[in-house]
């Protein structure tokens, strides 16, 4: 927790692109500044990205010793067109090099960022005389910066990756839950078993090797055939994990953002006024969409639910607090009673969003 380098300044932010023009960049770190207070720490991030890297940083390096933001109609030009593909070098098995253009999906993104860069120094010179001299006509005009018409094509790509996949779900939801039950089996018969005794779970013949070392809680098994020695304990986690993903995914539909942040506290209870009955309710905290929202729990996604509390809370009378860390903000969040928390070692450690993908990418 003390070594993480957390959240840099802006300076530090727009330093990474190595912009040659020092006036240019004063004024990019001070535009950071002011937007930092209106921006999260991922939002300022990306917009360093843009501005730093795919506009000033690309103007120099087809424009060297350009020093003003007063572009040329040649030179904004040639950059919009430059900002709008993407150049990809690749190898083939033969060592060759082939350079691939393809239009960047956030292209418009850019145009967009800059456009609101020149305008904001615009507005913020009748003010403050430090903006006056950087206050001028902005190279992006308000049709280059529409999004209408991306939005669409970004729809679009999203629906057919739905009809792609959609077909395969059930195929995905049987697997992880076959997995989840052969891992679980195959853990209990090892930790039933003795130090090089041979035994047979979920349709495997596998042997608990003799350990020169203590292990720290972990049980390995390994094929009296030969071959590597397996993590019976890990593999029962990752496959509990990812069923546990898929399911609460595919019954709430939200992002797996939001899956980590599930707590305790996410699961209330509203009780309707003209019957009394008690209708369970999950509690989706404001992420992305800086929206909150709650959603009806069915009677597949409370058995879910239900097994994750059981398997988390284990003996104990309440949820374990844990400490999470928030990659997009860079800081750690307060001690809570989260979901998606595991048991290693002395303590309770919360599932990682990079944790999860793999585990689905595995599965």
Known sequence: MFSGPGQPTCAQLIDRYHIACQPVRDVLVDYLSERKLVNDFSSLQHLAYLLGKLFWADLEAHHPGIDTLKLPRDVAAAWKQRVMTRTRTTRTSGGQAVTTTSARLDGRSVLTAVRAFYLDIAEWADDDPRWGPWAVRSPVSASEASHKKDRSHRKSRTDQRTRERLPVLPALVAFVDAQRVATAQRLRAARNSAAGEVFTAAGQTLRRPVMKTKTTGRIWAEDPAGGNRRDLTFEEHRG????????????????????????????????????????????????KTDTERLLVISPELADVLSTIVSRVRGSQPNMPLVISYDPGERVYNPPMPLLFQYHCQLENRPVAQTALRKYLDHA
């Open 240 to 287: 509990f994990w990812t069923w546990a993903t898929v399911e609460v995914l595919r019954h709430t539909g939200i992002r797996i953002e939001e899956l980590t942040e599930l707590s305790h506290h996410s699961l209330i209870q509203y009780r309707l006024p003209d019957t009394g009955e008690l209708v369970p309710l999950l509690q989706i905290a404001p992420s």
